[in-house]
């Protein structure tokens, strides 16, 4: 069903604005090209492959979906299980090739489509398919090209042996699972050795997992599907790294997988030396090891320690050209993250850093905050001096990418995307044919209350000062995620929500990034209390600001923790809070998985307090404001479990609600379904509040 609102129909046809920008960008080891995915325009869903000549500035179509396999539909169900529960790892939707790997020089890359593998000399425009033993996944080319690894079922193959190269002994090979994919920022499960003489591969043990299962009701012919799923206080995956050298050779790499059982990241550094980084259950204290891939001897380089936990900061801990050790560091105050090398903090505390891109022309390549934490901007940081030069300008979501001496800067502001390349003392633009944005929103920031919390409210184009609304609160509001970002794509909806007539409000509580650390760390051992409070005090702030928001009329909606959050508010707080939709909640984090919640939690065990504080199922009998529950049955991130177990409990204790169930569909809403859900919920809203 296609939408008759003209926005939501745009919507649903450009992929959210997506279709047609380019994405997974490489940039060759010496800088001179790019290989990227993007479809054809705005509204093509299929991605292909190309490559950008830096010296010409020309484009090239080096690899095309459409005509390699004329007949694929790209459904997720034609995909191999491992491919397709990766893609919700990373949340890939797009059509075509949805990932690839390609060499340093970026002259040979590979991709697989449902299960076939095919190689593609990027120079000549020439692919081939490669012949596999079964449904492949995550095929990576050797360092010259001139083999490929992939897997299939669970062991690690090549493509020029029949053979596999790991032993059939019971274990996953070279997949990442499925906690390292989703909550530890580690996709994958086999590197090459840069001879090309060896794979550095996983092996995973599942079998001490429970399973969850997944039957669509709305195909009752079809036999349900199951996979191990780590949940919070039981048992993780046994999980191993090994040498698995082509001529036959294998050799185990050991550390204390007991103390510390995350594998975080991996790779070679040379033939002779592995890097990797290790974290304990709890992430409180994270390794960077060196091996030595002849003896399988490991050695630590460096040691965080953090008593709440370590949040991640991409790019470290690692190990420059001279030895030293880069790592996260927060100021002694914890006003500020930054990096330290050798143990020395380098940045100071004007700067929250969130991302070590690499390096550039000698320096640290880095995107941070500074100031306004709804901009971020990139810098070059100076290992020695720390002396910092910003290199983007203007308010906005900056980010970066870096090969030898070429640099992608993308400036996500008011006024849409740019992408700038640099390159030979030359800058010019990054093709893209996306959909411009059919709003330029300019949300009103503010940071409320004593904890300088930060907001933003969105009215309607054209709204008169002295109508009040009613307030939407459109939230996340977990871990992980910044909701209060000058980045455009993500207020465009919330100006369609304005516009149905509401005055839409957002507000990133203590627990969300970016802020400070000790702003992130609030929530440490119990989830509810800090963003409910925080939420609460946020909308109160901004009322005596903003008379316009009538708070006697408050609906709020999120996904996932938003969900969560979302339904908390009906339950906790009915005297805000005035009707919810609640989409893909974790209701009780009892049954979610073991990475994400142990980090902010602890173990069930040590902290059942908490846990039981955070859950939602037994506060069922409280709820007296309208509650609409979305779910999709095939979400195997947020299990539907989670929605069904409370919607039983408001049921038992006799408290309407509603429930929109979502046969087939995942914890992802591509395809216009966020859309159409968007729709049901504006129904909803506008029956409950009036």
Known sequence: ?????????????????????????????????????????????????????????????????????????????????????????????????????????????????????????????????????????????????????????????????????????????????????????????????????????????????????????????????????????????????????????????????????????????????????????????????????????????????????????????????????????????????????????????????????????????????????????????????????????GPGVHSALAGGETLLLTSAGPDGIRRRLHHGGAEFAFADHAAPLPYRVTPKLARVTELGLPTAVVYPRGHRPGRRLPVLVDVYGGPGYQAVANEPRRWQLRQWWADQGFAVVTTDNRGTPFVSPDFTRAIFRRFSQVAIDDQVAALRALAETEPDLDLGRVGVRGWSYGGYFAALAVLRRPDVFHAACAGAPPTDFRLYDTAYTERYLGLPQDNPEGYEADCLVSDAAKLTRPLLLIHGLADDNVHPSHTLLLSEALTRAGRPHSVLPLPGVSHMTPGGLNERLVEAELAFLRGALG
């Open 1 to 393: 069903m296609t939408s008759t609102d003209s926005f939501l129909a745009l919507s649903a046809r450009t992929g959210r604005f997506g279709y047609g920008a380019p994405r997974a960008v490489t940039v060759s080891d010496d800088g001179s090209r790019l290989l990227f995915l993007r479809s054809t325009g705005s509204e093509d869903p299929v991605e292909r492959l190309w490559l950008l000549d830096l010296a010409t500035r020309q484009e090239h179509l080096v690899a095309d979906p459409v005509t390699l396999a004329p007949h694929r539909t790209g459904a997720l169900s034609d995909l191999p299980a491992l491919e397709r529960r990766l893609r919700e790892r990373v949340r890939i939707w797009a059509l075509g090739i949805g990932s690839y790997a390609a060499t340093a020089d970026c002259s040979v890359a590979v991709f697989a489509l449902d299960g076939r593998v095919f190689r593609t000399d990027t120079v000549g425009a020439a692919t081939t398919e490669l012949p596999v033993t079964g449904p492949a996944f995550d095929p990576r080319p050797a360092p010259d090209g001139s083999s490929v690894a992939y897997v299939t079922g669970s062991a690690l193959h090549l493509t020029d042996r029949q053979e596999p190269l790991s032993p059939a002994d019971g274990g996953v090979w070279g997949v990442a699972e499925f906690a390292a994919a989703e909550e530890l920022g580690r996709s994958r499960g086999h590197w090459w050795s840069p001879d090309g003489a060896a794979l550095l591969a996983t092996r995973i043990d599942e079998s001490a997992l429970p399973l969850r299962h997944f039957a669509d009701p709305a195909h009752p012919e079809l036999a349900p599907e199951s996979f191990a799923y780590p949940q919070a206080g039981g048992p993780n995956v046994d999980l191993q790294l090994w040498v698995l050298a082509l001529d036959g050779r294998r050799r185990q790499l050991h550390w204390n997988t007991a103390a510390f059982p995350y594998l975080c990241a991996a790779g070679w550094e040379s033939n002779g030396e592995i890097l990797l980084t290790v974290a304990d259950r709890l992430q409180q204290t994270v390794l960077l090891l060196t091996a030595d891939p002849a003896t399988g001897e490991t050695r630590e380089l460096s040691r965080t320690v953090d008593e709440y936990w370590i949040e991640d900061l991409p790019g470290t801990p690692a190990r420059l050209a001279d030895g030293r050790l880069l790592t996260a560091a927060d100021t002694p105050d914890g006003s500020a993250r930054g990096v330290a090398l050798d143990g020395k903090i380098l940045s100071d505390e004007r700067l929250q850093v969130r991302r070590v891109v690499g390096l550039l022309r000698g320096r640290l390549l880095i995107e941070a905050g500074e100031g306004d934490p709804a901009d971020q901007h990139v810098y070059l940081l100076d290992p020695d001096s720390g002396a910092a030069e910003r290199l983007s300008e």
